[in-house]
């Protein structure tokens, strides 16, 4: 083997091959965790699979991922050759899941109790207003390319939205933990895994809890596959070119689209919650 194949064999080959192999054994965990969750609960959680339910979470996922490219790009970025990516691959991909896990614990026991279930998705309807406006600053961020119409749609929508969740700001910033999305180089691979797992591990968290609304009508089981399965997809783009991958993750039209999703999301769960509490 020349040292060109070696070297794209380090390089490319490897790295992809262990995103594959991660979110496998990620998948094998979320069964797992499934199966102990329900020696518990009075409802099991289906373990069935249900192909929509895989597109949904994947599609979700991946309109969430603008902060994870952006994320694991500057890391790559900042740590160049195979076994950074090794770290960053395992760690992040590990922090996401484990922000998943922990959600899906707490909501397997919360749904037991209307009330509690019912503050749940509440708090989960706030993450989905701050991740709407959030979407909507990188709308922004090209948005001069587009028609007017677009530009003042983004403007008094992201006004809207900005005025509401400072409202909710003093509960909110007790569920939207503050973390440095900044990267560094980190020298060794252990100290790279440990960075590579915190920040992606606050952003599981949060993200998966603002779909909680959605547990009633899909299969959390095929849901949490397709969230593991996007992870995967993002990394292996990422590695074949950042640049690209974080340019249409942040497309403003996505942005826009997205951010109305965000926010019908959180109307319908609060909703849920009028219905639990007998309103």
């Not at 990516?85 to 922990?102: K, V, Y």
């Not at 009330?115 to 001069?144: C, G, P, T, Y």
């Not at 109305?260 to 009028?274: R, T, Y």
Request: aromatic residues 16%.
């Amino acid at each position: 083997m020349n040292p060109h194949q070696a070297g794209f064999l380090k390089e490319q080959v490897l790295p992809v091959l262990a995103t594959i192999v991660v979110c496998a054994f990620l998948v094998g965990v979320l069964f797992l965790e499934i199966l102990f969750l329900n020696q518990f609960t009075t409802t099991d959680i289906l373990l069935s699979f249900r192909w929509v339910d895989v597109l949904v979470g994947l599609t979700i996922y991946l309109k969430t991922s603008i902060d994870f490219a952006i994320f694991i790009g500057h890391l790559m970025h900042d740590n160049a050759g195979w076994k950074s990516r090794l770290s960053i691959e395992i760690g992040t991909a590990f922090g996401n899941a484990a922000g998943t896990f922990a959600v899906l614990a707490v909501w397997t026991f919360f749904k037991e109790v209307k009330w509690l279930l019912a503050l749940m998705i509440f708090l989960a309807a706030l993450v989905l207003f701050k991740l709407a406006e959030q979407s909507l600053e990188h709308a922004k961020d090209e948005d001069d390319r587009y028609p007017n119409w677009f530009r003042r749609t983004v403007f008094y929508f992201e006004l809207w939205l900005g005025r509401f969740n400072r409202l909710v700001a003093p509960v909110l910033k007790y569920v939207v933990p503050s973390i440095s999305m900044k990267s560094a180089k980190r020298t060794g691979f252990w100290s790279l895994l440990a960075f590579s797992f915190t920040v992606p591990f606050i952003l599981g968290l949060d993200d998966f809890a603002g779909y909680v609304p959605l547990f009633s009508v899909v299969n959390v089981f095929g849901f949490g596959i397709g969230v593991f399965v996007g992870h995967m997809l993002l990394n292996m783009l990422l590695y074949i070119s950042p640049a690209h991958t974080i340019k249409v993750v942040k497309n403003p039209i996505i942005s826009l689209i997205g951010s109305f999703v965000f926010v019908g999301l959180g109307i319908w769960g609060i909703s849920e919650v009028a219905h639990l509490i007998g309103v």
